[in-house]
């Protein structure tokens, strides 16, 4: 029996009754619904640190500004902004509060902490969803599939958290220094930066999830290049197709400066060329397996 057969053997043996499918289901997504309540209620106990570790880069940003002098021309090093953020260099000791957030509706923190508490959720159950995901497909899946299908449950994962990093350690410290940069005191005429509470904490969400989720461009691709549905030649004459839209993707979900444009499409540039290689030796791994399983036919 080749290896085809087997696997044909292997599904046929696990097919099931459309009912005890729809059980199964059922089980799996009580179990996700679980998990992101049990998800939201310990992110919503920590609801407070959690929002005072999102306002950081902020507060970073605002203490070399305020150190530089303030105004529309004060200016920092990248490197001291970036390494203040993670906590690797000591912020300018500043007189006052170095960051003020305001909130003008009277539940508008209650809300800004749920919605804190649901995205957190998502976070920290993803490990279960994904399992039950993978759990609930896996009987329809040959057995080399469940095999290449399992490393993305890890590097899906990681792949947003490295997204997730380049917002909070890189992105969010420019960004609100630009911001502040852009104030105006002088000639009797005051304008300076006081976010919402609420503003705020939905652009570090948004740009969470939109570094987060186009970081899983290799996963994608890769997945893709598994089934079949693209090749490594493709995408390599696809290249400067895919620069264009990896320059118009960012120009749409990154706040409207070249400074976010740039954090974001670079280094989408740089992981469609690791999908190429990714899905290369795919194809080499598959040319190699339907040799030898050829030549044990």
Same mark, same amino acid.
């Given at each position: 029996?080749?290896?085809?057969?087997?696997?044909?053997?292997?599904?046929?043996?696990?097919?099931?009754?459309?009912?005890?499918?729809?059980?199964?289901?059922?089980?799996?997504?009580?179990?996700?619904?679980?998990?992101?309540?049990?998800?939201?209620?310990?992110?919503?106990?920590?609801?407070?640190?959690?929002?005072?570790?999102?306002?950081?880069?902020?507060?970073?940003?605002?203490?070399?500004?305020?150190?530089?002098?303030?105004?529309?021309?004060?200016?920092?090093?990248?490197?001291?902004?970036?390494?203040?953020?993670?906590?690797?260099?000591?912020?300018?000791?500043?007189?006052?509060?170095?960051?003020?957030?305001?909130?003008?509706?009277?539940?508008? *923190?209650?809300?800004? $902490?749920?919605?804190?508490? #649901?995205?957190?959720?998502? %976070? &920290? /159950?993803?490990?279960? !969803? +994904?399992?039950?995901?993978?759990?609930?497909?896996?009987?329809?899946?040959?057995?080399?599939?469940?095999?290449?299908?399992?490393?993305?449950?890890?590097?899906?994962?990681?792949?947003?958290?490295?997204?997730?990093?380049?917002?909070?350690?890189?992105?969010?410290?420019?960004?609100?220094?630009?911001?502040?940069?852009?104030?105006?005191?002088?000639?009797?005429?005051?304008?300076?930066?006081?976010?919402?509470?609420?503003?705020?904490?939905?652009?570090?969400?948004?740009?969470?999830?939109?570094?987060?989720?186009?970081?899983?461009?290799?996963?994608?691709?890769?997945?893709?290049?598994?089934?079949? *549905?693209?090749?490594? $030649?493709?995408?390599?004459? #696809?290249?400067?197709?895919? %620069? &264009? /839209?990896?320059?118009? !993707? +960012?120009?749409?979900?990154?706040?409207?400066?070249?400074?976010?444009?740039?954090?974001?499409?670079?280094?989408?540039?740089?992981?469609?060329?690791?999908?190429?290689?990714?899905?290369?030796?795919?194809?080499?791994?598959?040319?190699?397996?339907?040799?030898?399983?050829?030549?044990?036919?």
């Amino acid at each position: 029996m080749s290896r085809t057969d087997h696997d044909e053997a292997e599904i046929e043996a696990s097919r099931a009754p459309l009912m005890d499918h729809l059980i199964e289901l059922r089980s799996r997504l009580l179990v996700c619904v679980v998990a992101f309540i049990l998800g939201f209620i310990l992110c919503f106990s920590f609801s407070e640190p959690i929002y005072i570790f999102l306002v950081k880069p902020f507060a970073a940003a605002a203490a070399f500004h305020q150190a530089a002098g303030g105004g529309g021309h004060a200016s920092v090093s990248p490197l001291d902004l970036i390494l203040g953020t993670a906590g690797l260099k000591p912020l300018p000791l500043i007189d006052g509060q170095t960051v003020n957030l305001i909130y003008t509706a009277p539940l508008e *923190i209650l809300f800004t $902490k749920m919605k804190l508490a #649901g995205f957190g959720a998502v %976070i &920290v /159950a993803f490990p279960i !969803l +994904a399992w039950q995901l993978y759990r609930f497909v896996a009987p329809g899946l040959y057995r080399n599939e469940r095999g290449a299908f399992l490393p993305f449950l890890i590097a899906a994962p990681l792949l947003f958290l490295l997204g997730a990093a380049l917002v909070y350690f890189v992105m969010l410290p420019f960004v609100m220094w630009f911001s502040l940069s852009q104030g105006i005191d002088q000639a009797g005429v005051s304008a300076a930066l006081l976010p919402k509470v609420s503003e705020y904490m939905n652009l570090v969400t948004a740009l969470i999830l939109a570094f987060g989720l186009c970081f899983q461009l290799p996963v994608v691709m890769t997945l893709l290049g598994l089934a079949g *549905i693209i090749s490594a $030649k493709t995408m390599a004459e #696809g290249r400067r197709y895919a %620069i &264009v /839209a990896v320059v118009v !993707l +960012a120009a749409i979900v990154t706040p409207p400066d070249p400074i976010s444009q740039l954090m974001l499409a670079v280094p989408l540039v740089l992981l469609y060329e690791v999908s190429i290689w990714c899905v290369r030796l795919i194809e080499m791994r598959r040319k190699k397996a339907d040799e030898a399983e050829g030549l044990a036919a």
